[in-house]
C-alpha cells in the first residue's frame, strides 16, 4: 500500500539555523509530491510541489526541496529559519494516475518545527 | 482570487445528530476533495467530487456522505453524530493533481 513517512515528530531549531524536514513515500512510480504547512487551527498551505523534470524545486517563503528517486525522498530545505515558520509540516503525495488516486493525497504523519530565539 | 471557503468554522453538536458542512471551491476548480484530521489518525482522505460524481471514497463508514453540486460547490453530512467524530474537517480544491490542491481553513466539529 502507498505511504508516506515523516521520521520526525518533532524538531527544534535556532532562530537563522538551517532546516531539513525528511519526508520517505512508498510507491511503484514516482508519483506527484507535495510539501504543506499549517499553523495552529488553521487550514494547509501549499509550500511546494514536484511532479517532473529538475528534482530540487523552489516554493514559497525560502523553502526548497529534492526529490532523490532512488531514495524516494523528498525532504524539505531552509538555509536559515525565522521564528515565524514554527508550524506542523506534512508531506503528500498522490499517484500519478487515475481512477483510484483522485483527489486522494496521502500524507504523512507530520513534523512539528519549533524556532527558539 | 478568493480561496476556499468552509463553513462554518466552529460546530458543536451532540451525539446522535447530523451534521452538515460546506465548501466553496476556488473558482474554475471542478475537484473537491475532504479530509479528516484528529490528533491520534492525522489527516485521512472522506472523499472526492468533480463534476458532481463522487470519483473517490475512503474508509469511511456510510456515516459520512457528501455531494457536489453544478456550481462545484460541495457539502459533507455526518448522520448519527459519535463522539469519535470530533475533528477538523478540511475541504480541497483543484483544477486537477497536477496543479495541486488548496485547502480551505476547515470546520471545527465537537460532537459532546
Known amino acids: 500500500a502507498q505511504s508516506v513517512t515523516q521520521p520526525d515528530i518533532h524538531i527544534t531549531v535556532s532562530e537563522g539555523a538551517s532546516l531539513e524536514l525528511r519526508c520517505n513515500y512508498s510507491?511503484?512510480?514516482?508519483?506527484?509530491l507535495f510539501w504543506y504547512v499549517q499553523s495552529p487551527g488553521q487550514g494547509l498551505q501549499l509550500l511546494l510541489k514536484y511532479f517532473s523534470g529538475d528534482t530540487l524545486v523552489q516554493g514559497i517563503k525560502g523553502f526548497e526541496a529534492e526529490f532523490k528517486r532512488s531514495q524516494s525522498s523528498f525532504n524539505l530545505r531552509k538555509p536559515s529559519v525565522h521564528w515565524s515558520d514554527a508550524a506542523e509540516y506534512f508531506c503528500a503525495v498522490v499517484p500519478n494516475a487515475g481512477g483510484t488516486s483522485y483527489g486522494k493525497l496521502t500524507f504523512g504523519q507530520g513534523t512539528i518545527l519549533t524556532v527558539h530565539p | 482570487k478568493a480561496g476556499v471557503t468552509q463553513t462554518p468554522r466552529y460546530l458543536i453538536k451532540t451525539r446522535g445528530q447530523q451534521v452538515t458542512l460546506s465548501c466553496s471551491p476556488i473558482?474554475?476548480?471542478?475537484?473537491v476533495s475532504w479530509y479528516q484530521q484528529t490528533p491520534g489518525q492525522g489527516l485521512q482522505f472522506l472523499f472526492e467530487?468533480?463534476?458532481?460524481?463522487?470519483?473517490n471514497k475512503g474508509n469511511f463508514p456510510g456515516r459520512f456522505s457528501g455531494r457536489q453540486f453544478s456550481n462545484s460547490r460541495s457539502e459533507m453530512n455526518v448522520s448519527t453524530l459519535e463522539l469519535g467524530d470530533s475533528a477538523l474537517y478540511l475541504c480541497?480544491?483543484?483544477?486537477?493533481?497536477?496543479?495541486?490542491?488548496?485547502f480551505g481553513s476547515g470546520t471545527r466539529l465537537t460532537v459532546v
Open positions: 510507491y511503484g512510480a514516482t508519483p506527484y
Open positions: 473558482s474554475g476548480h471542478r475537484s
Open positions: 467530487y468533480f463534476s458532481e460524481t463522487q470519483r
Open positions: 480541497a480544491s483543484s483544477r486537477d493533481s497536477y496543479y495541486g490542491y488548496t
